[in-house]
Every structure is written in C-alpha cells, then in structure tokens.
C-alpha cells in the first residue's frame, strides 16, 4: 500500500507562483512513477506532469521534480493563470512483479483568480 498526501495549493492572482509537494508513504520501494494530474469543474482529469512529460498548457511554465528517490514530488507552478484552476492531484503506479496499481492522492484545490 502507498499513500499520498498533497500539499501546497490556495488562492493565487494571476501570474503568481505555487508549489505543490506530495509525500509519499509506505511500500515506497515499490513505486515506479509519480506525476501531477488535475482536474477543473466540469472536466476529465488530465496529466500535469511527470518525469518525462508535461500537458502543453503548462511547458516552460511549471516544473516536475523528484526527492528522495520516489518519495516526495514537487510542481513548482509559475506565471500562474485562470485557466490553471482546478484540483490538483499526485499519483503513483506501484509495480510488484506483473502487478501494477495506481494510487492517488486526496488533491489540493488550486484557484487562480483576481
């Protein structure tokens, strides 16, 4: 079992900076990827972020990081816009031998607006 727990949203004005942290817990050893996804009222949720790619509506403006091997992921977030509100949620595939499984975090609410 892996939890997650975010971190790091709130209100922000437009062109403002956040950064989100995600710790994760327990079987960390097993973890083979971590990445930001977010979802805004009304919408699928979609890939933010991870360690290879990031959604074209945030290249050059948010960043991915790592820590610690596989434990806790970052998303420093800057130029921050209206369109950038939504929940933000960390994820992470667990693999055991051929099992794989997807844990997800609680989400943090971030809201861009003046």
């Known amino acids: 079992q892996v939890q997650l727990v975010e971190s790091g949203g709130g209100l922000v004005q437009p062109g403002g900076s956040l950064r989100l942290s995600c710790v994760a817990s327990?079987?960390?050893?097993?973890?083979?990827?971590m990445g930001w996804y977010r979802q805004a009222p009304g919408k699928q949720r979609e890939l933010v972020a991870d360690s290879i790619n990031y959604a074209d509506s945030v290249k050059g403006r948010f960043t991915f990081s790592r820590v610690g091997a596989k434990n806790t992921v970052y998303l420093q977030m800057n130029s921050l816009k209206p369109e950038d509100t939504a929940v933000y949620y960390c994820?992470?595939?667990?693999?055991?031998?051929?099992?794989?499984?997807?844990?997800w975090g609680q989400g943090t609410p971030v809201t861009v607006s003046s």
């Open positions: 327990g079987s960390i050893f097993n973890i083979n990827s």
């Open positions: 994820k992470a595939d667990e693999v055991i031998g051929t099992t794989y499984r997807t844990y």
